[in-house]
């Protein structure tokens, strides 16, 4: 399970999914959770200075960028509303990493959640200067597990997730080896 990043979940979270699309526009997971079409593009691109910075100032020009850096693609949200988390007594966080595990074992680990944040991508697009967002799962894959696994999500596919996710979520707390062994086989593909 990933990290807890720092988001306010009082108002419910929002995640991206990257190498993931979705086969309908939308779909209700149950209890007010949604995975939704959507585009944003998370990108970390590499830049050089040769001056050293003066205290609390950025570095002065020349700067020149370096090749690689980091980008994803997201064209898939999950959104977990407050009030999800709040008749089932389960942490927003773990929600949304726990469908998001459960696609990873419907479908195959192709896919990642680079980000979360405090409001919808589209919100985001609108009033951007209050966007916030947290990086989530943006480790380099050193084990491909599946190279065959899809990157689409049915209706078929999200309705066993709906159908399962709040059953096996209690089965995560109640059974420690199971949650220990769904962990470990859900972040192998990150190790």
């Not at 929002?14 to 149950?30: H, I, N, R, S, V």
């Not at 007010?32 to 830049?47: D, E, K, P, S, V």
């Not at 200067?129 to 947290?134: L, P, S, T, V």
Request: glycine share 8%.
């Amino acid at each position: 399970m990933a990290a807890k990043a720092k988001v306010d979940t009082s108002k419910g979270i929002f995640t991206g999914l990257a190498d993931l699309q979705l086969g309908p526009t939308e779909y209700e997971l149950g209890s007010g959770i949604r995975l939704t079409q959507t585009y944003a593009h998370l990108m970390a691109h590499f830049m050089m200075a040769y001056t050293p910075a003066p205290p609390g100032k950025h570095h002065s020009a020349p700067w020149s960028a370096a090749g690689g850096g980091l980008a994803f693609d997201i064209h898939v949200q999950l959104q977990v509303p407050p009030t999800t988390f709040v008749s089932h007594t389960l942490d927003p966080q773990f929600i949304a990493w726990w469908i998001t595990a459960l696609l990873r074992l419907r479908l195959g680990p192709a896919f990642c959640v680079p980000v979360m944040g405090e409001q919808s991508f589209e919100n985001a697009k609108i009033r951007h200067d209050e966007a916030k967002y947290c990086l989530i799962e943006t480790e380099q894959r050193f084990l491909i597990l599946d190279p065959k696994a899809r990157r689409t999500a049915t209706e078929l596919d999200l309705a066993w997730v709906g159908n399962h996710w709040l059953a096996s979520s209690r089965l995560f707390y109640e059974q420690g080896p199971f949650g220990r062994l769904f962990v470990a086989a859900d972040q192998a593909c990150f190790a």
